[in-house]
């Protein structure tokens, strides 16, 4: 692997997961933590009107690829390739 490359890169974000993983750095991921921790703490320290804690949802974050849809992709030969590049 390519060394000494930002964690928001490209290349970074496609050995993750694929392109819904650009720009999420360790620095984004430490963000979207730190607002469901607090999150989380406002709902559990909250004095709620008749004790009905309100749903916050969490922050989005991009959802990583399962086992099963990385085997489902079909590998592609260098032939298969050059076909479709030559357009033959």
Same mark, same amino acid.
Do not use: C
């Given at each position: @692997?390519?060394?000494?490359? !930002? /964690?928001?890169? @490209? &290349?970074?974000?496609?050995?993750? +997961? +694929?392109?819904?993983?650009? #720009?999420? #750095?360790? /620095?984004?991921?430490?963000? *979207? /933590?730190?607002? /469901? *921790?607090? %999150?989380? %703490?406002?709902? *559990? &320290? +909250? %004095?709620?009107?008749? +004790?009905?804690?309100?749903?916050? !949802? ?9 086992? &099963?849809? %990385?085997? *489902? ?13 030559? #357009?033959?």
């Amino acid at each position: @692997m390519v060394q000494r490359l !930002p /964690d928001t890169s @490209m &290349t970074v974000a496609l050995a993750s +997961g +694929g392109r819904e993983f650009f #720009g999420w #750095g360790v /620095d984004r991921h430490m963000q *979207a /933590d730190l607002f /469901d *921790a607090l %999150n989380s %703490n406002t709902k *559990a &320290t +909250g %004095n709620w009107a008749k +004790g009905k804690v309100p749903k916050i !949802p969490p922050y989005p974050r991009p959802k990583p690829k399962t086992q &099963t849809e %990385n085997k *489902a992709q079909r590998r592609v030969s260098v032939a298969e390739i050059y076909a479709r590049l030559s #357009g033959r």
